[in-house]
């Protein structure tokens, strides 16, 4: 089992709906959680974080934790094309690595 | 704040040369540097962790003899693949952990990657 797993996609979405992306981890020990969006030959960049239960918002974008089912998610409202992106789930498991999840390419249709 | 600087961006050499790959972490100290490698449509693999004036650890599977990690100043990591060979092409990232308190990216903040191609 990976240590953190997402769908792989792509994921499709018109323009100006949300976009629901998903992750599941496997070290219930797991404190801190990142979302990241990675244009092609490109550094990631940070797009949230969440470390406690329940949802953070943050302009366009929500990250969603369920610390008992292993489970993160991020939405996005108002899709834009500029959103189209390969977004990568980390966690944060011991001695302070991140570990990436093989990230999800999520396309935005006009 | 909070700035990593990578260079070279783009780098290509011919199989059997050395590649050094540096990252300078410009306005803050860098305890410890993440080194990742990613290859085309897949994720970032941690390579191995250095944290100042110590040893690397290195993942497993990952030759602590063929990627040389030094981590010699708070400010300074350099990463060199050595006796490059074409499948280690690949984007090479790093990423430093900000030492103290919590910064807009939680700590941690990337440099800008290195496109290794071995011809």
């Known amino acids: 089992q990976k240590e953190v797993e997402q769908n792989s996609g792509p994921l499709s979405v018109p323009e100006g709906a949300i976009a629901s992306l998903n992750c599941t981890y496997s070290d219930r020990g797991s404190q801190s959680f990142f979302w990241y ?3 092609s030959g490109k550094s990631p960049e940070l797009i949230m974080f969440i470390y406690s239960n329940g949802d953070k918002e943050d302009g366009r974008f ?14 996005i ?9 390969t977004y990568l789930c ?5 001695a302070s690595k991140i570990i990436f999840g093989s990230g999800t390419r999520l396309s935005i249709r006009p | 704040g909070a700035v990593v600087s990578q260079h070279p961006s783009r780098v290509i050499c011919k199989s059997g040369t050395s590649v050094k790959i540096e990252c300078r972490s410009l306005d803050f100290q860098a305890t410890t540097m ?3 490698r990613q290859f085309p449509k897949q994720s970032l693999m941690l390579m191995a962790t250095s944290n100042e004036g110590s040893k690397a650890t290195y993942e497993q599977g990952v030759e602590k003899d063929k990627f040389l990690i030094n981590h ?3 400010t300074l990591s350099t990463l060199t693949v050595t006796s490059a060979h074409p499948e280690d ?16 990216n939680y700590g941690y903040t990337f440099g800008s990657g290195t496109r290794l191609t071995v011809v």
Do not use: E, H, M
């Open chain 1, 77 to 85: 409202r108002d899709s834009q094309p500029s959103d189209s992106a």
């Open chain 1, 37 to 39: 969006r990675q244009y």
């Open chain 2, 72 to 74: 010699a100043s708070l």
């Open chain 2, 34 to 36: 993440f080194w990742y």
């Open chain 2, 89 to 104: 092409s690949s984007f090479y990232i790093c990423s430093a952990r900000v030492a103290g308190g919590l910064s807009a």
């Open chain 1, 62 to 75: 929500t990250a969603q934790l369920n610390k008992a089912s292993q489970y993160v998610s991020l939405l």
């Open chain 1, 90 to 94: 980390a966690v944060k498991g011991s």
